[in-house]
């Protein structure tokens, strides 16, 4: 199985920048087996959305249309690692925020149900 360790949340001023990044290991996951990698997140009483999902063999990033301009996605193939870079945090922002990856076949970008590992999550609270 594959594991996904999130990082990088906290407490940010609303206007303020986080990076937030998300390193994968084991299973398959390697250079040689390209996934789908998406972010998604999740307030309180909400569902949870995704924001912008990555095909790793590709490297061009699939956003969310309410999120684009204030969210930029991008990896580190070498490191395994996917990074969500926030800019301007608003309140809204808030939520608890999830790395995923899913096999690619079949796989819609912005569908929960399609992927098929999460890491634990990282908070995110904007004041």
């Known amino acids: 199985h594959v594991q996904l360790v999130e990082s990088g949340g906290g407490s940010v001023q609303a206007g303020g920048s986080l990076r937030l990044s998300c390193e994968a290991s084991?299973?398959?996951?390697?250079?040689?087996?390209?996934?789908?990698m998406g972010w998604f997140r999740q307030a309180p009483g909400e569902e949870r959305e995704n924001i912008v999902s990555i095909y790793t063999s590709i490297g061009i990033p699939y956003y969310g249309a309410s999120v684009r301009e204030r969210f930029t996605m991008s990896q580190d193939n070498d490191k395994k690692t996917v990074y969500l870079h926030i800019d301007s945090l608003k309140p809204e922002d808030a939520a608890m925020y999830y790395c995923?990856?899913?096999?690619?076949?079949?796989?819609?970008?912005?569908?929960?149900?399609?992927?098929?590992?999460w890491g634990q999550g990282t908070q995110v609270t904007v004041s």
């Open positions: 084991g299973g398959t996951y390697s250079h040689y087996r390209p996934y789908c």
């Open positions: 995923a990856a899913g096999d690619p076949l079949g796989l819609v970008w912005y569908r929960v149900a399609d992927f098929g590992y």
